[in-house]
């Protein structure tokens, strides 16, 4: 461990000032988040807001040319190793192979990682249990449901102890029990393990009175904070009429499904 991850004060992921363009086209736009270690962030924007395109930059996908982005106090262009090492992701698109068993999905992302076999087994039955797929673990991944693939992606995430977790849209085209599943347990996961969370999402509902609240519109951050700052700054009385007012849009999810 790093002397980063043993200081509390260093956030989980720090983003300062990074923009980013494909072409001519400008897509994001001095952005900065902060998200302290232990609180669940909810990157809220309508589609091409530029979510994605953030999450591409926090993981390497993309170079970030302009600003800084740090996991756990790893600048992810200086030390992109240690940085990557520190973070754990689920992406928008599903990424499991159907055809191999639960447990196989999350051994070969161990392997990725350099774990042995026997802890990687280990913490493959951990992380499971903790998405409630313990029972499940020698079943091919195309049995599952929608749900329950995205409850494996989470754990398979987990599999080299991240401090920091990006999830992109993960309850797009779930039912209501499965969203609602999927949300407690990492909401779960920043309480007990003191994860720091972006959960993008363009679905106001997801949102928790005690979440920190970041609002990317047009590739631009226009708020960052808490509920009753949200609400203030625009005089709603809720956090769905607080995102009308401050993107100056008709309406929010119908028009982004
Ligand atoms: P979100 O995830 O919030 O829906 P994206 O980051 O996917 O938004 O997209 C932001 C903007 O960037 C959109 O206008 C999208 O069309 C554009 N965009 C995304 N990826 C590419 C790419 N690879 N090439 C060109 N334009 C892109
Ligand atoms: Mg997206």
Same mark, same amino acid.
């Given at each position: 461990?790093?002397?980063?991850?043993?200081?509390?004060?260093?956030?989980?992921?720090?983003?300062?000032?990074?923009? @980013?363009?494909?072409?001519? *086209?400008?897509?994001?736009? #001095?952005?900065?988040?902060?998200?302290?270690?232990?609180?669940?962030?909810?990157?809220?924007?309508? #589609?091409?807001?530029? *979510?994605?395109?953030?999450?591409?930059?926090?993981?390497?996908?993309?170079?970030?040319?302009?600003?800084?982005?740090?996991?756990?106090? #790893?600048?992810? +262009?200086?030390?992109?190793? *240690?940085?990557?090492?520190?973070?754990?992701? %689920?992406?928008?698109?599903?990424? &499991?192979?159907?055809?191999?068993?639960? =447990?196989? #999905?999350?051994?070969?992302?161990?392997?990725?990682?350099?774990?042995?076999?026997?802890?990687?087994?280990?913490?493959?039955?951990?992380?499971?249990?903790?998405?409630?797929?313990?029972?499940?673990?020698?079943? *091919?991944?195309?049995? &599952?449901?929608?749900? =329950?693939?995205?409850? %494996?992606?989470?754990? +398979?995430?987990?599999?080299? +102890?991240?401090?920091?977790?990006?999830?992109?849209?993960?309850?797009?085209?779930?039912?209501?029990?499965?969203?609602?599943?999927?949300?407690?347990?990492?909401?779960? &996961? %920043? =309480?007990? @393990?003191?994860?720091?969370?972006?959960?993008?999402?363009?679905?106001?509902?997801?949102?928790?009175?005690?979440?920190?609240?970041?609002?990317?519109?047009?590739?631009?951050?226009?708020?960052?904070?808490?509920?009753?700052?949200?609400?203030?700054?625009?005089?709603?009385?809720?956090?769905?009429?607080?995102?009308?007012?401050?993107?100056?849009?008709?309406?929010?999810?119908?028009?982004?499904?």
């Amino acid at each position: 461990m790093s002397e980063a991850d043993t200081n509390p004060s260093v956030p989980a992921l720090s983003v300062a000032g990074v923009s @980013h363009s494909f072409g001519e *086209k400008q897509v994001l736009d #001095n952005v900065s988040v902060t998200v302290p270690r232990g609180t669940f962030a909810v990157l809220l924007g309508l #589609n091409g807001a530029g *979510k994605s395109t953030l999450f591409s930059l926090i993981t390497r996908l993309y170079d970030n040319v302009s600003g800084e982005i740090r996991v756990l106090g #790893n600048d992810v +262009r200086r030390t992109p190793g *240690k940085a990557l090492q520190r973070l754990g992701v %689920v992406f928008q698109s599903k990424t &499991l192979d159907a055809d191999l068993s639960l =447990q196989q #999905n999350l051994l070969y992302h161990a392997a990725l990682h350099g774990l042995g076999s026997a802890e990687a087994k280990r913490r493959a039955a951990e992380a499971l249990t903790t998405v409630g797929l313990a029972d499940r673990a020698h079943e *091919k991944v195309r049995n &599952l449901s929608g749900g =329950q693939a995205r409850r %494996v992606e989470i754990a +398979r995430s987990l599999m080299h +102890r991240p401090g920091c977790l990006l999830l992109d849209e993960p309850t797009v085209g779930l039912d209501i029990g499965s969203r609602e599943s999927v949300i407690g347990i990492v909401r779960g &996961l %920043v =309480q007990q @393990h003191g994860l720091g969370v972006l959960w993008a999402t363009h679905l106001i509902d997801e949102i928790a009175d005690s979440d920190l609240i970041v609002v990317l519109h047009k590739g631009r951050v226009l708020f960052s904070g808490r509920l009753p700052g949200f609400l203030a700054e625009t005089g709603a009385k809720t956090a769905r009429e607080a995102f009308r007012i401050m993107t100056g849009t008709a309406s929010t999810e119908e028009e982004a499904a």
